[in-house]
């Protein structure tokens, strides 16, 4: 592997590696060399992702927390410093979701939209999904003065898309909040990015986008009309994408680069 990508040294904790996207930026991590955290609630899809790195030559090891409870994620801090030797180093922060009750349906009214459920989406995206995870691990970073935390967010952060009016707005506040982290600790040695994923098939939407028999469904089709290159991006090349910032050196700055991800569209903010 390039050095360039290198990870070996390095103590990756995932929140929210026990969902699809954030299981596989885990592996891509592991495969990098690094020692990964899987960090979320479920610890049945916790561990099988752990024993899946592990498998193939890594070194993993899931470890429960709740990303919405301080003192949760301290625990699990804690117990990953102790478990790898050291101080987490790379933080990707993928917990995230939206709620029904949140999204606008054709027809809909957002004067009546429940406040909430609008504070339970914001909560999971922005508290749970980058604020605590940041505040809880980078103190650790800042002491020994080297660390890359990336944040999920998502293109409806940038480009607000119809129906998902809390999530959309949630994920703005979460890239709004990475620039500033990220000019805050610049001069510390904290790379702080995010990514902003187009459309990427993944568990929670899978039924939104495709019929059973793999056709699109009429949401889908109107979806993939407005995706790069008419297809939808794989899951596995945005992992890589972590890879790439977790394991870049160079100092921080904040600016904005569109990649290409095998047909699916990301921004990074770097």
Request: aromatic share 8%; charged share 15%; net charge negative.
């Amino acid at each position: 592997m390039n050095n360039l990508f290198d990870l070996n040294g390095d103590v990756a904790t995932v929140i929210g590696g026990t969902g699809e996207l954030g299981g596989l930026m885990s592996e891509a991590l592991g495969a990098g060399g690094a020692k990964v955290a899987v960090v979320g609630r479920n610890a049945q899809r916790g561990e099988a992702r752990a024993a899946k790195i592990n498998d193939a030559g890594g070194t993993a090891r899931f470890f429960p927390a709740d990303g919405l409870s301080g003192e949760s994620l301290d625990q699990a801090r804690a117990a990953i410093a102790d478990w790898a030797g050291g101080p987490t180093s790379v933080l990707v922060n993928a917990a995230g979701g939206n709620r029904p009750e949140a999204t606008i349906p054709p027809g809909g009214d957002f004067c009546k939209l429940p406040l909430d459920a609008w504070r339970d989406v914001f909560d999971l995206n922005l508290v749970g999904g980058a604020l605590l995870p940041c505040q809880v691990f980078a103190p650790d970073m800042i002491r020994a003065e080297v660390g890359s935390i990336i944040n999920i967010a998502s293109m409806s952060g940038m480009i607000p898309l119809s129906r998902v009016v809390a999530y959309s707005a949630a994920k703005s506040a979460v890239i709004n909040l990475t620039m500033w982290l990220a000019r805050e600790w610049a001069t510390t040695g904290i790379r702080v990015n995010a990514i902003s994923p187009g459309f990427f098939p993944a568990e929670q939407n899978r039924k939104l986008l495709f019929n059973e028999d793999g056709s699109y469904t009429e949401r889908g089709g109107q979806i993939i009309g407005h995706t790069p290159m008419a297809r939808f991006g794989k899951p596995e090349e945005l992992a890589g994408a972590v890879v790439w910032l977790a394991s870049r050196r160079a100092s921080s700055f904040v600016t904005g680069q569109n990649i290409a991800v095998d047909g699916g569209f990301a921004s990074v903010t770097i």
